[in-house]
Each structure stands twice: as structure tokens, then as C-alpha cells.
């Protein structure tokens, strides 16, 4: 199947079930799947070995035991750390996920993911998209993964990678504004993911009408997110998805 042809669900969870287990973990997907949260975003990016691991800083220091950036660590030495006790005593024991494992846990869930490729500074973003995508597109079918970025150079090069009919690409915007038509054409981009709260109806509206899926960041409060289902917006990436349920719009 196409791209085009992906049925993304109203509700996607951000870094996997993040209010209820350590983000961007194999728990953290499981915890999703049993919600009833089909979708999740997770970030990708590499540490110093080229070893593609599921995370999001720069460094470990927030989300584990342990210390130092990912630029100066191999994955023998990343297994070392903690990054699930931070969360709860549950959780104690966990490690940091690779990309390679984390394809597979959604494979044996049919879960969708929205990955971003996360170019954190001094980072090289054709390094990680030559490794991680893919990885990636052998692992899911293209109905079931949307490859996303705030990096133009990685989105171009994934975009030379994999044509519009095999990936799809969505651009990761903190606000729209007059420029997102410039970034989203050249790499033939399937969708455009931005900050809710700063989302005027004006942009989702002409984001819609020319034909991309809108996808907003990080909602947790049905009740100040209700305006956007009206202007246009497909789906939501919440922390805590399952509190959107019996808020969301008729099919």
C-alpha cells in the first residue's frame, strides 16, 4: 500500500505511554498497546558507535543513572545505565532501547510509529538517516510508520532515500507560519506536525486545503484542544492519549 493510504488514528502517544512509564522505552510502548493506543512517536538518533538508539536529549543525564552525551558513548557502555527507575521503582532495570529492538517490539504489536530523527547540535543528520531509515523501512510497512524532522538536511536526505510512494515525511514546525509551504514541497513531505498551542486557524486551514495531514504536539488537555478537531487537525500526540477518549470529534 501507498503512503497516502495510511489510517492515522485520532490519537498517537508521545514517546510511548509517557505519563505512565519512562519515555521512549520498550515499557513505554507496551503501556501504549495496552491502552488502546495503536500509534506512537518515538526519537531516533545514534550514539558515538553509530548504534541508532530510541532517545531524545542530547545526553542521559535526565532520563537515567547514568552521565555524558550520547555522541561520546557505545551502546556497551549506554546498557550500563538505569532509564527506567528515574520514572518509578517499577520500572528499575530498564534499558535504553535500540532502534533495531524497539522495530521489532512494533512489529509483534502491529503498532504504527511517527519517528523523529533527532538532530541534536553538533550531530550528523545524514549519519543517523543512513543508518536508521533503512532499518526502518524493512522492519514496517509504509502505511504503518511517518518518518518525521525539524532537520531539512535529514528530511532531503531521507527523501533521497525513499521516494513519496514508499515514505512517508512529515516536518516538525514550533509554529507555522508563512514559510511551511518552502520546507514541506521539496521533500514531498506527507505531513505537517506542529505545537498546538501556537496553531493559528488560518495556517491549519490552508495546511488542509493543500492536501497535507496536520498532526499536533504534545496535548494533554482535551478540553483547551477541542477548537482544533473543527479546523482541520487529524491527529493528536498526548503524553496521556487516553484522556482525549470520549472527547474526540465523530468519525
Not at 556497551?76 to 520514572?87: K, L, N, P, Q, V
Not at 512494533?106 to 503498532?111: F, G, P, R, T, Y
Request: a negative charge.
Amino acid at each position: 500500500m501507498h503512503p497516502a493510504d495510511i489510517s492515522l488514528p485520532r490519537l498517537i502517544a508521545h514517546r510511548g505511554l509517557s505519563a505512565h512509564a519512562p519515555e521512549n522505552t520498550l515499557s513505554a510502548v507496551h503501556a501504549a498497546h495496552l491502552a488502546g493506543i495503536d500509534w506512537v512517536e518515538l526519537d531516533v538518533q545514534l550514539l558515538g558507535d553509530g548504534t541508532a538508539v530510541i532517545w531524545h536529549d542530547a545526553n542521559v543525564r535526565r532520563c537515567s543513572d547514568g552521565r555524558g552525551r550520547l555522541a561520546d558513548l557505545d551502546l556497551a557502555t549506554a546498557r550500563e545505565f538505569d532509564a527506567g527507575s528515574w520514572f518509578g521503582d517499577d520500572f528499575r532495570g530498564e534499558r535504553i532501547a535500540t532502534l533495531e529492538e524497539m522495530l521489532i517490539l512494533l512489529d509483534e504489536l502491529e503498532m504504527g510509529v511517527n519517528l523523529e530523527l533527532k538532530v541534536n547540535r553538533g550531530r550528523d543528520p545524514r549519519a543517523l538517516v543512513d543508518t536508521a531509515l533503512p532499518a526502518v523501512m524493512e522492519a514496517l510497512p509504509p502505511t504503518r510508520c511517518v518518518v518525521s524532522s525539524f532537520n531539512d538536511i535529514a528530511l532531503a536526505r531521507a527523501r533521497a532515500l525513499a521516494g513519496p510512494e514508499s515514505l512517508a515525511l512529515g516536518v516538525l514546525f514550533e509554529a507555522l507560519g508563512r514559510e511551511w509551504r518552502s520546507r514541506c514541497e521539496p521533500v514531498q513531505a506527507c505531513s505537517v506536525h506542529a505545537d498546538w498551542k501556537r496553531l493559528k486557524e488560518v495556517h491549519v486551514r490552508q495546511v488542509v486545503e493543500a492536501g497535507y495531514r496536520l498532526l499536533c504536539y504534545t496535548a494533554n488537555d482535551p478540553t483547551a484542544f477541542a477548537p482544533r478537531w473543527q479546523w482541520g487537525v487529524e491527529a493528536v500526540i498526548s503524553d496521556d492519549p487516553a484522556r482525549f477518549f470520549g472527547h474526540l470529534p465523530a468519525a
